[in-house]
């Protein structure tokens, strides 16, 4: 059942089109404070004890002062990307990097057949998310995520002794911008028999593998009429290269440590670039019930991400 919003944003009788998170001229502070704000004790239920509603509603607003693209994006996407980072004490779109809410365009099929487009929002959990939310969960001590750069010194070794030697280059005041040649995480926890430590390696390579599985990267190509991987980097991957490696590694390292509820959450949400997926799969019963409660449900009939 889709619901129709007012100029602040104000829920209206419910079967009215509900595509836009806002309409042209309406003020993105009004509109998405009212939205949520109609939400009242149920959204307060939903939240950590350290997630307030009034910070995640200043946060929100912020965010689509920011990026005005998030206004188009539906409501559910929105609402539904805002509602699940929140629920796992993530800030959004903040100078802490935890996650970031990116307008994406699909190509959707309408009631008739006919192809066309629409925004929405899908949210990309920045590496240091995954470090916060890990280390938060009590179960792992240390976890962190290192890029290699050409001129490190660099040795790993596999197998019952595995081995891992890191020397940065600090005396080249270029290193940084130096190709990336590994990336890697490391996860320490404590246990009845001591410190164990593990680590999760991927080379240059490795990591352009996962980046072109994104949804995020691929472009639509016109001689095929598919989607295809980009050869070169798109949205975070061209402005943070460094940033979504160490995340990858951290993902895949993640896999394999003891987990809280929350980080088996986070994994859900970061497993699928799809916003139809993750509707299904990845939001939280909590989320999925505030939102069926409050008629947010505009979801597009079918079709492929693009950026």
């Known amino acids: 059942m889709a ?107 309408d009631a008739q057949g006919n192809w066309g487009a629409v925004k929405e929002c899908q949210i990309i959990i920045g590496y240091q998310g995954y470090i916060d939310l890990v280390e938060r969960s009590g179960k792992v001590a240390k976890f962190a995520a290192r890029t290699v750069h050409e001129g490190d010194h660099f040795e790993a070794e596999l197998g019952l002794n595995e081995r891992l030697v890191h020397r940065p280059n600090w005396d080249d005041p270029d290193r940084d911008l130096k190709p990336l040649t590994f990336v890697y995480a490391i996860a320490t926890r404590s246990t009845p028999y001591g410190e164990v430590h593990a680590f999760e390696l991927l080379s240059a390579t490795g990591v352009e593998v996962y980046r072109k599985r994104s949804n995020s990267q691929q472009v639509y190509d016109a001689q095929s009429k598919r989607m295809v991987p980009s050869d070169v980097p798109l949205g975070p991957w061209a402005t943070d290269y460094g940033a979504m490696a160490k995340k990858t590694a951290l993902r895949r390292l993640t896999q394999y440590q003891p987990k809280s509820a929350e980080v088996a959450q986070l994994l859900a949400i970061d497993a699928s670039d799809d916003v139809k997926l993750r509707s299904q799969r990845a939001y939280s019963p909590e989320v999925l019930e505030l939102m069926g409660k409050y008629g947010v449900d505009d979801e597009p009939t079918e079709g492929d991400p693009e950026e």
């Open 3 to 109: 619901v129709k919003t007012d100029a602040t944003g104000k829920i209206q009788k419910p079967g009215e089109d509900n595509t836009a998170l806002v309409t042209p001229g309406d003020s993105a502070k009004d509109s998405i404070l009212g939205l949520l704000s109609s939400m009242g004790k149920d959204l307060e239920r939903a939240l950590p004890m350290h997630i307030r509603p009034d910070r995640m509603m200043r946060i929100a607003t912020t965010a689509v002062e920011k990026n005005r693209d998030l206004l188009a994006c539906t409501k559910r996407s929105f609402i539904g990307s805002l509602l699940s980072a929140s629920q796992l004490g993530l800030e959004v779109n903040t100078p802490l990097g935890h996650a970031f809410l990116v307008p994406f365009n699909r190509r959707v099929k």
